[in-house]
């Protein structure tokens, strides 16, 4: 007898099982897109909801409104410009020193081999995995010490905000850094250091082209950590000088109304347009993936 019954030139045994490989392959794509969808709807459901709410008609928020306005969205300014321009101004200082030291750091540790590049690297990224709130703590008592014992005016200036955020801002730019230059091949540099370019005009000319995207992406985190930040600045701040998460935290102790609202969407589709401009002028999403 033969070793196993055959259909055609094909052993029973051997026929293709088709009917349950289907039946699975579907119900994991049918699986995918029920979690594309959940994943989905978390997201923008909570944005049409704020954006449905910034329109409401009331002092207080209740549903259904009487009526619909666009009226809280002049009130953004008058309430919050003063620390609309505290915050800007941290974050766009905070940003260009973390962009100047942290650059240079990134091509420093990506390009040169030497003692100790694992111990600085370590520790440029370290800020990263403490709490900001510690941080932020830690900061005042030493501004309060350098107070105590110098008489300089520290706490709950802008300038100490700034440096406060210099220290979780210039890891994200080292970081990026390095990821841009992660994949570009050093050929590029080294021919045009053979053809005669000094080390800064390499650096000028073939190196910063190549992490453009990098240092974009990294100059957008910092600024948008620094702008939104609330835990460190917690115990930064002072009177007449607040930042606009804090004001907005001291804002919604004593209203209760859409425009905070207002405020969120407006942010929202700032940093939309931000992103999509900065995107069809630099690469940033690839530069953020590697």
Excluded: K
């Excluded at 119900?27 to 979690?35: E, H, M």
């Excluded at 969205?73 to 941290?90: C, D, H, M, N, Q």
């Excluded at 370590?122 to 932020?136: E, Q």
């Excluded at 005669?196 to 992490?211: D, E, F």
Aim: glycine share 10%.
């Amino acid at each position: 007898m033969p070793d196993s019954l055959a259909i055609g030139d094909q052993p029973l045994d051997a026929r293709p099982r088709g009917g349950s490989a289907a039946v699975v392959e579907r119900g994991g794509r049918v699986v995918a897109a029920a979690l594309a969808c959940c994943g989905a709807a978390v997201v923008v459901v909570p944005l049409l909801l704020t954006l449905y709410l910034s329109a409401f008609d009331e002092s207080l928020i209740v549903f259904p409104p009487r009526g619909y306005t666009l009226r809280w969205y002049t009130g953004i300014l008058p309430e919050f410009g003063g620390a609309l321009r505290t915050s800007a101004i941290t974050a766009v200082t905070a940003t260009a020193i973390s962009l100047m030291a942290g650059v240079p750091a990134g091509i420093g540790l990506a390009r040169h081999r030497f003692r100790g590049r694992e111990a600085i690297a370590m520790l440029l990224l370290a800020p990263l995995t403490v709490p900001g709130i510690a941080i932020g703590l830690g900061i005042f008592v030493l501004a309060v010490m350098i107070e105590e014992r110098t008489g300089l005016a520290l706490s709950g200036t802008v300038g100490l905000m700034a440096a406060a955020h210099v220290l979780v801002t210039l890891p994200w730019v080292v970081r990026l850094s390095l990821a841009a230059l992660a994949n570009h091949d050093m050929a590029t540099e080294e021919a045009a250091a053979s053809l005669g370019a000094s080390p800064l005009r390499v650096i000028w000319r073939v190196t910063l082209p190549a992490m453009r995207g990098g240092i974009v992406a990294g100059a957008l985190f910092s600024f948008i950590w620094s702008f939104e930040n609330l835990d460190m600045t917690l115990f930064l701040t002072a009177p007449g000088v607040t930042t606009l998460p804090i004001a907005v935290l001291g804002y919604l102790q004593y209203h209760i109304d859409p425009l905070v609202a207002a405020l969120a969407v407006a942010q929202i589709v700032l940093v939309g347009a931000a992103l999509i401009l900065l995107d069809r002028i630099v690469p940033v999403a690839r530069a953020v993936a590697r």
